[in-house]
């Protein structure tokens, strides 16, 4: 799935600068940008509100930027609709709404192979061989799927047009631990098959252990960037971003058992 024209390690997606938002007068981004290379895990975290979600519309083409460049493989995406993005080779899968609750599993990935008819069942069963369960459920409505299979069906979804960079916003928001680490483990085989990854997550721990490069959003802005496992160590992004500090060290007690001011 890897494009030919890019080494493994070149930028495939870079946002810069973003500025943009929902109308004109207040802007949500303010300046935000990131790098995906070639066969990345990048992961983006931050508070509720800091703009994640708006990022990977404004990267989709699905929010205005006013200001500030997206690029995938050199071509500028900043003004393309989602169709033409899709067709450069990148799927977004987003936070809510990511399947078609009345069509069936077999349905939604139709609709998701749309853009090229002429290899759909063939894709359709490399998804479900790649998400068994799909294959299982695929008469099943998708409203009716448990969060796990939902996810693994908006993932199946946007994988059916065969994208270089997949762009997905809260995937495991919602669900059971144990369905946490089957979206993450298939995240991590979806990269393993050349894709680049770039994640939005609340389970910020687990999703930068994964991650070659990481960043803090708050505000709209970059608060702070780095190797995955450099933001992991970082004591002001443990403290701040990660609930404690960083691993090593033992968790911070609340508040109220914390030693009385003299
Ligand atoms: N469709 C919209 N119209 C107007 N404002 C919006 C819209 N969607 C989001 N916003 C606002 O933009 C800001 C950033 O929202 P966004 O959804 O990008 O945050 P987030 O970082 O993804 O948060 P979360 O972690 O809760 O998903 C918030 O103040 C939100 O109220
Ligand atoms: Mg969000």
Redesign the pocket.
């Known amino acids: 799935m890897s494009d030919p024209t890019t080494a493994p390690g070149e930028p495939v997606l870079v946002a810069s600068g973003l500025v943009g938002?929902?109308?004109e007068e207040a802007d949500?981004l303010r300046g935000c940008s990131l790098t995906a290379s070639d066969g990345e895990v990048v992961v983006v975290i931050?508070?509720?509100?800091?703009?994640?979600?708006?990022?990977a519309k404004a990267i989709f083409g699905l929010v205005r930027v006013r200001e500030g460049t997206v690029t995938l493989r050199g071509h500028d995406i900043t003004s393309a609709a989602p169709h033409e993005v899709t067709a450069r080779g990148m799927s977004y899968v987003p936070?809510v709404a990511n399947v078609f609750g009345s069509l069936s599993v077999q349905e939604n990935l139709e609709v998701g192979g749309i853009l090229d008819r002429g290899s759909i069942r063939e894709r359709m069963d490399r998804m479900m061989t790649l998400f068994p369960r799909l294959r299982e459920r695929r008469r099943q409505r998708a409203g009716t799927l448990s969060g796990g299979e939902r996810q693994m069906l908006a993932m199946a979804r946007a994988l059916m047009p065969d994208p270089s960079v997949l762009l997905l916003d809260?995937p495991s928001a919602g669900l059971a631990p144990r369905a946490v680490g089957e979206v993450f483990d298939t995240v991590a085989e979806i990269n393993e098959a050349g894709v680049t990854i770039v994640m939005?997550e609340?389970n910020a721990r687990r999703a930068l252990a994964l991650a070659d490069r990481g960043y803090v959003?708050e505000g709209g802005q970059n608060r702070f960037e780095g190797a995955g496992d450099a933001l992991l160590t970082d004591p002001q992004v443990a403290e701040l971003y990660l609930g404690g500090t960083t691993s090593g060290g033992r968790p911070e007690p609340p508040p109220r058992e914390r030693a009385a001011p003299s």
């Open positions: 938002g929902y109308v949500i931050g508070p509720n509100g800091a703009g994640k979600s708006t990022l936070q809260e939005i609340q959003l």
